[in-house]
């Protein structure tokens, strides 16, 4: 396994995991910080010291780096797992970019593997794009898989140009002992799709629902069932590959429906949120001068996709509309509840931040909000 030299393009929570996953294994791993333009080495041990990208830059150890264009030349195996910032036609573009950054350095004879989500058809342009930038044919001079990574999860599927098997890789991808399958590239795509379509649907169909939860009998027995823990945080996971998956349809079949759907339930639920918050200052008496709001939510600023901060931000500038003093807090463990003049209104974002700002205490001068289907007001 040593002799296998492996290159994770970005350094994002998920390409970081699997770069550690391999290193444990034996493998030559260099993963690609981007912010400081070199390829990092990522050895057996130092993958075992830091679980996480966090940790990792927080303590700043003294690692081997290359170019990173000679470090991607020397690859067999290429992972494309880059954090995307922006959305729309600029996240498009984005990938572009650093896709082209990633492989125009790659020789014949290596393989690329895709971990950003691409909707049904989406990996035909990104092969076009990678033999164009390569000068080598797919098959032939380079290999190209699908694999889609997200925060916690790794596929069971492996996409391959015409479902070829590559043992190695699959060794590499293994989680105790439980070898990856490999299967063609579309059908990878719908499996991803229908994972996708079957979580958000379901999400869809709660947010709607639970609308209908007026009176507090009904409120209080809903409280009891798992919808409370849905927070807003787990709304927005994966909210990325449903756009992307959106993207990708063309017509308004059943299928963009259902994407359509899941997006607007979503909105319907942030404005529902909101309307929630200008609620609590009428019923409690309180002026918007008189009042500061504080958005808990811990994000992982390392992830690959940028959906959670882009729905913080969107959050931020939506309340402010209404009042004034909005602040982020990203710890529910250090907040500082102490405002003299100021009414507080905590929006717990996930679940952690929730128990850490129960943990910390309630003083009479603040209200807490879940933002689960519910919109819970503590």
Excluded at 35 to 62: C, F, G, Q, R
Excluded at 126 to 135: A, F, M, V
Excluded at 339 to 363: E, L, M, P, R, W
Aim: net charge negative; glycine share 8%.
């Amino acid at each position: 396994m040593v002799s296998i030299k492996i290159v994770v393009y970005g350094l994002s929570t998920e390409g970081y995991s699997i770069a550690c996953q391999m290193a444990i294994k034996g493998a030559d791993v260099f993963i690609v910080d981007e912010s400081a333009h070199m390829a990092i080495s990522l050895k057996a041990e130092i993958a075992k010291t830091y679980p996480n990208v966090t940790s990792l830059k927080e303590d700043e150890p003294l690692l081997g780096v290359e170019p990173i264009d000679v470090a991607i030349s020397h690859s067999e195996y290429l992972f494309f797992a880059p954090r995307i910032r922006k959305t729309g036609q600029e996240a498009k573009m984005e990938i572009h970019s650093k896709f082209k950054d990633a492989v125009s350095s790659m020789k014949k004879g290596g393989s690329v593997i895709y971990n950003l989500p691409t909707g049904i058809g989406g990996n035909n342009e990104t092969i076009s794009l990678l033999e164009h930038i390569t000068g080598l044919e797919l098959g032939k001079g380079i290999s190209y898989f699908y694999y889609p990574l997200s925060k916690g999860y790794a596929p069971e599927i492996i996409g391959s140009f015409n479902g070829k098997v590559d043992d190695k890789l699959g060794k590499l991808l293994e989680v105790e002992k439980k070898m990856k399958k490999f299967a063609s590239i579309p059908s990878a795509e719908i499996i991803h799709a229908i994972k996708v379509l079957t979580q958000f649907s379901s999400l869809a169909s709660i947010l709607e629902v639970c609308k209908f939860a007026q009176d507090s009998a009904t409120r209080n027995d809903l409280i009891f069932t798992d919808y409370k823990d849905i927070f807003l945080d787990d709304m927005t996971n994966g909210l990325y590959d449903l756009r992307s998956l959106g993207t990708s349809v063309e017509g308004a079949g059943t299928m963009m429906y259902l994407v359509n759907g899941s997006i607007k339930g979503i909105e319907g639920y942030v404005k529902r949120l909101i309307d929630e918050i200008r609620s609590t200052l009428k019923k409690n008496e309180l002026k918007a001068s008189r009042t500061r709001v504080v958005l808990v939510w811990t994000q992982d600023s390392y992830e690959m996709r940028g959906d959670k901060a882009d729905m913080l931000n969107s959050l931020v500038t939506k309340l402010r509309d209404y009042i004034g003093d909005v602040e982020v807090q990203g710890d529910g463990s250090g907040l500082d509840l102490f405002h003299n003049d100021k009414t507080t209104i905590i929006v717990a974002c996930s679940k952690s931040d929730y128990d850490k700002v129960v943990k910390n205490g309630k003083d009479s001068d603040v209200i807490i909000i879940k933002t689960n289907p519910l919109c819970e007001i503590l």
